[in-house]
């Protein structure tokens, strides 16, 4: 069986708000519902980033990529329909960390994919204690200063891709998800996950961001940059 094409793609929020004619009334109305730029930005940047993936993962003509609707469901995990509410046949993920927004987008309703990007930062080990499982706390114990910001980001990265496959999110205690990052060079490196079933995950770091993506379904997957 040919490998699952996941697209995904890392794009900059950009200071202004020219996206915002992107979008439709609705959604236009909603951006101007959110009282933090910052946030309102990021969801209308992730809008616009997530309907273009959809649309060139499903060859769509102008006209129909402009009509795509992204919804959520109840738990808030992103999918994308028609106006009439017919669901199109698409899996989707978004991330926003850093200044930055991350997709991630499969050819087939209703499966478990799971994005997410994270800034490297000084990160208290305290904080992580309730986070990390006892298998992943002493490798990142014994690293110091930027290796360990480096390791604990994509853990921390890893873990959220995964919950966000499975829908629930921080729902779900993350120590649950034990993960290794993997070694590799400067690209998507596969990463161990211990998943309770199938599925596998990968890590890529890109300047100061660590970007993770999940994908729990059966077969190989294989990413290509949207
Ligand atoms: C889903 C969750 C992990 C997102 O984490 P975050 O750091 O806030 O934000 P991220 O930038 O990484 O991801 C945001 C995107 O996740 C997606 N998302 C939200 N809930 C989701 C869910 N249950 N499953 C999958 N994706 C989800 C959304 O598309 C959102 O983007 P949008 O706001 O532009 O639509 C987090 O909000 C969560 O755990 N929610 C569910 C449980 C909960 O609310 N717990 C209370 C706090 S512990």
Do not use: Y
Request: with cysteine; glycine share 10%.
């Amino acid at each position: 069986m040919a490998p699952t094409r996941i697209l995904w793609i890392l794009r900059p929020i950009p200071q202004g708000d020219a996206l915002e004619r992107r979008l439709g009334c609705a959604e236009r109305k909603r951006a101007r519902g959110f009282g933090s730029t910052r946030r309102r930005r990021e969801w209308v940047c992730a809008r616009v980033t997530a309907r273009d993936l959809v649309a060139r993962l499903l060859s769509l003509p102008p006209a129909r990529a402009r009509a795509v609707v992204l919804d959520a469901t109840r738990s808030g995990a992103p999918f994308a329909r028609e106006r009439s509410g017919r669901r199109l046949p698409v899996s989707l993920s978004i991330a926003h960390g850093g200044g930055w927004v991350a997709c991630a987008a499969a050819k087939g309703a209703g499966l478990r994919l799971g994005v997410d990007v994270e800034p490297v930062a000084p990160r208290r080990l305290a904080v992580f204690r309730r986070v990390l499982s006892p298998a992943e706390l002493p490798a990142v114990a014994r690293a110091r200063g930027r290796a360990r910001d480096v390791r604990l980001t994509r853990l921390w990265c890893l873990k959220e891709a995964v919950l966000k496959a499975r829908s629930t999110g921080f729902a779900v205690d993350p120590r649950t998800v034990v993960a290794s990052p993997g070694r590799g060079g400067p690209g998507w490196r596969r990463a161990a996950v211990r998943l309770r079933g199938r599925g596998r995950a990968w890590c890529l770091r890109r300047g100061v961001l660590v970007v993770a993506l999940a994908w729990l379904e059966e077969g190989e997957a294989e990413l290509v940059q949207g």
